[in-house]
């Protein structure tokens, strides 16, 4: 497999030994990061997970040593350093090393991570509805990347797995659907595409802006209000959009079974387009 780190000014095949135990980034959870893809050489939004990635550390109280644009050049050098007829996962980084209980100013390093992830296929898998929920804006840094709220995304994914499917759907404080655990939540009604409103329990994905605009572009309707999550057991479509896998179906639904349905295939079939054209002159 093919993985290339960024660190300190320096590019090297080998990970970047980042974190000691005195470091707020180790010990408190004080890190942040996004994922972005290389798709065949195409780099598919780049320029917006730059600024999250920068957005998020400063949400949470660290001062980004890199712009956005800094940010966004080493993706493009590092990617083309690499061969472009293969899929890669971005993962940028702040760290705050410095600090006894909050960051302190010069005390944030930032590193890069590429490394080999083929784009997986359009079936999703199965999904089921997980007893953890996202938290509320006032109970944790909801309007981050934060590697600390990824915890409680890996235990909704493995009550789903020890149940039998494959990813979890998470609801928020108030009972509603939120997202997946790992990705944001679409449904399909009557040839709508439904999909929650943001209400600061989960981030509006990037992949999820691009694709309510290609199928509002595209003359579908999209709608973002409160999901019920009833209204899933009578879903004509069920799909995920995400970084990771970008757009796939769910083919069932607790005990339900579904099929990959039209509006989700246009969704597919629009963002694969789009990605086509998204790559670096």
């Known amino acids: 497999m093919a993985d290339l780190f960024w660190y300190d000014g320096n590019w090297s095949s080998e990970q ?13 959870a004080s890190s942040v990061f996004d994922g972005a893809r290389a798709i065949k050489g195409a780099l598919p939004d780049i320029e917006q997970h730059c600024e999250r990635v ?51 100013p010069g005390g944030v390093e930032f590193t890069l991570a590429i490394f080999e992830a083929p784009l997986p296929p359009e079936n999703g898998g199965s999904a089921c ?33 020890d149940k039998g499917f494959d990813v979890a759907v998470m ?28 209400n600061g329990t989960f981030l509006n994905g990037i992949t999820k802006q691009r694709v309510t605009q290609l199928l509002r ?6 709608v973002e209000r409160t999901v019920h999550p009833e209204e899933l057991d009578d879903a ?16 069932r639904w607790e005990q339900r079974h ?17 990605v086509a054209t998204c790559k670096p002159s």
């Open 217 to 222: 572009d595209h003359g579908i309707d999209v």
């Open 16 to 28: 970047p030994k980042i974190a000691g135990p005195m470091d707020l980034g180790l010990w408190s």
């Open 129 to 161: 509805l997980s007893s953890f929920r996202r938290s509320a804006p006032d109970q944790a840094p909801t309007d981050a990347k934060a590697g600390c709220l990824y915890p409680n995304s890996q235990r909704a994914k493995k009550e789903a797995i």
């Open 54 to 104: 920068v957005n998020s550390a400063r949400s949470m109280l660290m001062e980004p040593t890199l712009t956005a644009e800094q940010i966004c050049d080493l993706c493009v050098e590092g990617v083309s350093r690499l061969p472009d007829d293969t899929d890669y996962y971005i993962r940028p980084l702040f760290t705050a090393t410095t600090g006894l209980l909050m960051p302190e």
């Open 171 to 198: 609801l928020d404080p108030d009972g509603n659907v939120a997202e997946y655990a790992h990705a944001n939540f679409w449904m399909t009604k009557d040839g709508v595409a439904i999909t929650p409103t943001p």
């Open 258 to 274: 579904l099929q990959p349905g039209p509006v989700f295939r246009k969704a597919r079939e629009l963002y694969m387009d789009f």
């Open 236 to 251: 004509d479509e069920i799909w995920v959009t995400g970084n990771y896998g970008k757009v796939q179906a769910m083919t």
